[in-house]
């Protein structure tokens, strides 16, 4: 039987698989603290959960102070790649990180199957 970690990996990768252009997945608490991840490097995984946990929370004082709704997602551009940060009730958040020339549509279509997924597993 698997933990609930490799229930969440093999989400990431079947779903995942589905991205082309993927370059890393996250999950981690609103705390900062990695639940599960693709990234070899624990002290990656570690980094990119803390960063992500401050963007998010950081986010969702922004979207209630200019009143303009719950925040969902958070979509970060730079010249060489691109980071998704998608809350999972208040109990996760799901970063994606990929290539720059990723396709926003495949990311559209598969990133909602994704975190039903993980829902049905953390929730």
Same mark, same amino acid.
């Given at each position: 039987?698997?933990?609930?970690?490799?229930?969440?990996?093999?989400? +990431?990768?079947?779903?995942?698989? !589905?991205?082309?252009?993927?370059?890393?997945?996250?999950? %981690?608490? +609103?705390?900062?603290?990695?639940? *599960?991840?693709?990234i070899?490097? #624990?002290?990656?995984?570690?980094?990119? *959960?803390?960063?992500v946990?401050?963007? /998010?929370t950081? %986010?969702?004082? /922004?979207?209630?102070?200019?009143? #303009?709704?719950?925040?969902?997602?958070?979509?970060v551009?730079?010249?060489?790649?691109?980071? +998704?940060?998608?809350?999972?009730?208040?109990? *996760?958040?799901l970063?994606?990180?990929?290539?720059? !020339?990723?396709?926003?549509? #495949?990311?559209?279509? #598969?990133?909602?199957?994704?975190?039903?997924?993980?829902?049905?597993?953390?929730?």
């Amino acid at each position: 039987m698997f933990g609930i970690d490799e229930k969440i990996r093999e989400v +990431f990768r079947d779903v995942g698989a !589905d991205i082309p252009g993927l370059k890393g997945i996250v999950l %981690s608490t +609103f705390d900062g603290l990695p639940v *599960a991840s693709d990234i070899k490097s #624990v002290e990656r995984q570690n980094r990119i *959960a803390a960063m992500v946990s401050a963007l /998010v929370t950081l %986010s969702k004082k /922004v979207t209630s102070e200019l009143e #303009v709704g719950e925040m969902e997602a958070i979509a970060v551009e730079a010249d060489e790649g691109k980071i +998704f940060c998608y809350t999972i009730d208040d109990s *996760a958040i799901l970063a994606v990180i990929t290539h720059k !020339d990723i396709n926003l549509g #495949v990311l559209r279509l #598969v990133i909602p199957k994704m975190i039903e997924k993980l829902r049905a597993i953390i929730l």
